[in-house]
């Protein structure tokens, strides 16, 4: 009876399927690139369990003015497909390694009309369940400046000033002090020329001798 027990606990427990556990895709939040250059689009996950060798990876591409959106590439068992009638049918490389969480891209000669979100999702069975994330693409004939270069240009000159504003506080404290010191050094030295004047025009009155009686 207890051999059985046993047994039907372990049929019971195997037909129970795994719970699944919620996933994390990260992308970045926007990436800025020239026309005509290449860029890497980099799709990663967090998952609790380890990698399992169904992982897939997808992509999707959404122009902008755009409400739909079109597949553009998909990794699933161990091979990577690419989208054969979209945009980059000719100019997408699948860069990642599965293996390692990474679902990353490499898009090619950009062009002006590529101008984009793109959305990463990947699945980790028995993780499956997971909100996508996207990074907005934009293609420039020149980048533009950051705005973290702006930030750090002002906190470069502001602190420059700080900088120059505590120079000229102690130089002008320097010059005071010296000043202060001349004007002592001069008026003590006077004091004393005057008084060595003084001792010299000075004479003791003569003696007067009277006979004694």
């Known amino acids: 009876m207890l051999t059985f027990l046993a047994l039907a606990s372990v049929v019971l427990l195997g037909i129970v399927p795994e719970q699944s556990q919620a996933i994390v895709i990260y992308t970045g939040w926007e990436r800025h690139a020239l026309v005509g250059s290449d860029i890497r689009l980099s799709c990663s996950f967090f ?11 997808s992509w999707t591409y959404r122009p902008d003015g755009s409400r739909d ?7 699933t068992g ?3 497909y690419v989208d054969n009638k979209g945009p980059f049918r000719d100019r997408l490389e699948f860069v990642g390694n599965p293996g390692r969480r990474d679902g990353s891209i490499l898009l090619k000669n950009l062009e002006f009309n590529d ?15 997971g909100r996508p994330s996207s990074v907005r693409l ?10 973290g270069v702006i930030t750090g240009a002002i906190i470069g000159v502001v602190l420059g000033l700080l900088v120059l ?34 001792r010299q025009l000075w004479t003791p009155p003569p003696l007067t001798c009277y006979p004694l009686p």
Not at 69 to 75: A, K, M, R, V
């Open 47 to 57: 998952s609790w369990r380890w990698t399992s060798e169904d992982v897939t990876f």
């Open 69 to 75: 959106s079109i597949s553009i590439f998909h990794y």
């Open 78 to 80: 161990g091979a990577a």
């Open 115 to 129: 101008n984009g979100t793109f959305t990463c999702d990947a699945k980790n069975p028995p993780d499956i369940v």
């Open 138 to 147: 934009l293609v420039f004939e020149k980048v533009p400046i950051q705005a």
């Open 165 to 198: 504003i505590v120079v000229i506080y102690y130089l002008m404290r320097f010059l005071v002090a010296r000043r202060v010191f001349s004007l002592s050094v001069s008026k003590h030295g006077k004091k004393k020329k005057e008084g060595s004047q003084q």
